[in-house]
């Protein structure tokens, strides 16, 4: 390969502290180039059909609801019993990914996925429907950490940052099209068990049986910490420091559901939320105390040069897609009767905005090299966006293609960058051997910043009589979002500093 590592953000000087670690900063890298790529396709197949797995239920959350007898109130469960597990647990499957190894919990994962997936397309009752689903979200998450492992121990540094760029717009990509799939299989008519949203589930089984078991071929045994080690693994596992992210992280989205599902001002959303932040709180007091090779979340990792800001960052990444698609899919299917495909095709320039960005940070991967200002760039794009829809008049004939269609071009073009220069950036920065704690925390940021974003609009939808079919609302919640992209913004600017070059090595410091 005659890449240079220059054209991507370019990777921070370590500390002795991580050199000291019972692996090497950089990771051995073994087999052929076209194994490595092969390695990754299967990781970004198995990404691709997590984020559909979330997405996919904008669509059919009505469906399934009035199938299992699924109250409105509650409705919001089926979408939510699937990520917040999946956000609870990205730091602890990262943290098990770095101590033993990412092969097994990545092709376990996978098949516990296509398990649970196949037996919930047989179920009849929403509780156990629901249980399940959380269960789904508990192998997804051990997916993408673990995937983060693998691509820093089976690439170069000179491929990595290009890995990287791949797997993170898989993300994005599969957001949108988890609509379009949906709309698709949503026209299949059918009773009972032939159900359309039961065919989803039974298609994403036949998808990742088959992925687990490339993965069990494709991905060579990893390097993982040795048994000699003075300090047991367990110790090193940190258990407590596991139960307050876990506790902490579980009970903030449990407290935000239930606070747009029956009031911000009830027990069932004060409770759970002020519990979660003292613990969240608890956790960084914990960590803060521990030796480098115990603690969950190394604290030496927060010394890396703007990962803090690009870490609080990426709460404002992903939410910014949540927050427009359920409306819009809303109001084109429910309120101006559009076919549910109909209804997901018009939300198709994201996803073509978003793809056309990828590919040309794939070209030109030096755009993001130095992120301060294409993230700036972007963010203001994404902003763009958010005023031409809350001047729409209509959402419809003339009114989508004057407000709706060039916001959802220039929106998403703009947040796909930011995205990716912040993927990027944070793991090219972070050391080999953290690579799945530290692209768990970033996951985990960026998928908390969805059910932070829903929970806001749907305590906004409320504003005015009508609900979302109440545009009045919808264009309330985008001057919320507005305002939080702003801030988000301002703040960014104001705490991000350019990388500096070491004096001693000529390398450079941090995040570029």
Known sequence: MDNKETSFPETTQRSDSFVGQSLAATLPVTGSRRRRWGILAVLILSYFIDVVCSSAFFVFTGEISRDLGIVVQQQSWVVTAYSAPFAALLLFWGRVSDLYSARPVFIYGFIGFATIN????????????????????????ALVPSAYRLIASNFPEDERGRAYTLYGMTGSIANVLGVIIAGVIGAIEGTGQSRNWRWFFRIVAALSFPGALLGFLLIPPQPSAKETERTS?????????????????????????????????????LAPIIIGIVLFVTFFWWESRLVEDVALLPMSIWRIPNMITLIVFALVILGWWAVNFIPFIELFAYVHDDPLLIAAVRTLPEGVAAG?????????????AKPKWPIAFA???????????????????????????????????????????????????????????????LQTSMHTSTVIALSIQAGLLTTQPGGIENYANIRASWYFELGWVVVWLIGFLVFYRPARNSAKTGSVEGIA
């Open 379 to 441: 963010m203001i794009l994404a902003g763009v966006a958010l005023v031409l829809w809350t001047q729409a008049t209509s959402i419809i004939g003339a009114g989508y293609w004057m407000w709706v269609f060039p916001g959802m071009l220039i929106g998403s073009a703009g947040m796909q960058v930011a995205l990716l220069a912040t993927i990027v950036g944070v793991m090219i920065a972070a050391p080999p051997e953290k690579a799945g704690v530290v692209g768990a925390t």
């Open 233 to 269: 693994r367990w110790k090193r596992f940190d258990p407590l420091g596991v139960l307050l992210m876990l506790s902490s992280i579980l009970l903030i989205i449990v407290g935000l559901t239930m606070g747009a599902s029956y009031g911000w001002a009830t027990a069932s959303f």
């Open 118 to 141: 196949l037996i919930l397309s047989f179920l009849t009752e929403q509780y156990s429907f629901l249980v399940l689903r959380a269960f789904a979200g508990v192998a997804g998450s």
């Open 356 to 368: 056309a960005i990828s590919v040309v940070l794939l070209v030109w991967p030096q755009i993001i």
